[in-house]
């Protein structure tokens, strides 16, 4: 996985991301956005454009929200 969507988009769901994304690799669930791990090409297109900053490389995402690595990896595993 090459970005991470956390808890900021929870209930925003701005979508200027999906927006911006030139391979449509984000997808709306029910609460918020999730980036495909898998047709993510890491060219960050995405991440100045969210309006709360809820976007990180993974390597970048805050320890206190380092679980929605696996909350965005299990959204494409259902």
Do not use: R
């Not at 929870?10 to 047709?39: F, Q, T």
């Not at 490389?57 to 929200?65: H, K, N, R, T």
């Amino acid at each position: 996985m090459t970005y991470v969507i956390t808890e900021p988009c929870i209930g925003l769901k701005d979508a200027s991301c999906v927006e911006v994304c030139p391979v449509d690799c984000i997808y709306e669930g029910e609460d918020m956005y999730y980036i495909h791990p898998d047709e993510c090409i890491e060219c960050a297109a995405c991440e100045p454009e969210c309006p709360v900053e809820a976007i990180f490389a993974l390597e970048d995402v805050p320890p206190e929200m380092t679980k929605f690595i696996s909350v965005n990896a299990d959204f494409f595993n259902q």
